[in-house]
T-cell receptor, first 111, second 113 residues
Framework: KAGVTQTPRYLIKTRGQQVTLSCSPI?????VSWYQQTPGQGLQFLFE???????NKGNFPGRFSGRQFSNSRSEMNVSTLELGDSALYLC??????????FGPGTRLLVL | AQSVAQPEDQVNVAEGNPLTVKCTYS??????LFWYVQYPNRGLQFLLK??????LVKGSYGFEAEFNKSQTSFHLKKPSALVSDSALYFC???????????FGQGTTLQVKP
């Protein structure tokens, strides 16, 4: 069974731009969660989607948004990028709430 | 508020020796506890979890963890370390079965030949 896939793997943007990251979950998994990983803050929860509905949200500004499609694929969007948004963005999928399986991540560099 | 602490930034072990990576947590209610490993430039790999039942949980690659409710700990262990175990290890908790994982800061495990 294929794992969680994330595209693109690497991305360079400039301040003020916006970016969209994509995540395809493991087949049969309906929950998709997003996390931000930085050296300073560690791993932080962004949001979780299930059946196209956001079920949980972390403490991030409204510039961070996401959505989920009917095939469970998910996208997250960051508008008006700031230097501090440079991070590894990880997507995880799960069949239930118990075990989340992570993708390889998208490394975003904001210049 | 839920929290996870990994008190050691780095653990150094000789190959063949037992290893322990420590984790303590703070949640209200019954915790769901997880260990993940991250290799350089990779995502997180699931190792094992505790939901309920036996306090000793066995996971992938020979790792195990012991849930201790009185000490609110969930330490990761392996009887005999391999050089290939060298990586960054994260403990995580979901205190309310919400699907929202709270992670510790991570512990770098260095296994030397």
């Amino acid at each position: 069974k294929a794992g969680v896939t994330q595209t693109p793997r690497y991305l360079i943007k400039t301040r003020g731009q916006q970016v969209t990251l994509s995540c395809s979950p493991i087949s049969g998994h309906r929950s998709v969660s997003w996390y931000q990983q930085t050296p300073g803050q560690g791993l932080q929860f962004l949001f979780e989607y299930f059946s196209e509905t956001q079920r949980n949200k972390g403490n991030f500004p409204g510039r961070f948004s996401g959505r989920q499609f009917s095939n469970s694929r998910s996208e997250m969007n960051v508008s008006t990028l700031e230097l501090g948004d440079s991070a590894l963005y990880l997507c995880a999928s799960s069949r239930t709430k118990e075990t989340q399986y992570f993708g390889p991540g998208t490394r975003l560099l904001v210049l | 508020a839920q929290s996870v602490a990994q008190p050691e930034d780095q653990v150094n072990v000789a190959e063949g020796n037992p290893l322990t990576v420590k984790c303590t947590y703070s949640v209200s209610g019954n915790p769901y506890l997880f260990w993940y490993v991250q290799y350089p430039n990779r995502g997180l790999q699931f190792l094992l979890k505790y939901i309920t039942g036996d306090n000793l949980v066995k996971g992938s690659y020979g790792f195990e963890a012991e849930f201790n409710k009185s000490q609110t700990s969930f330490h990761l262990k392996k009887p005999s370390a391999l050089v290939s175990d060298s990586a960054l290890y994260f403990c995580a908790v979901d205190g309310s079965n919400t699907g929202k994982l709270i992670f510790g800061q991570g512990t770098t495990l260095q296994v030397k030949p």
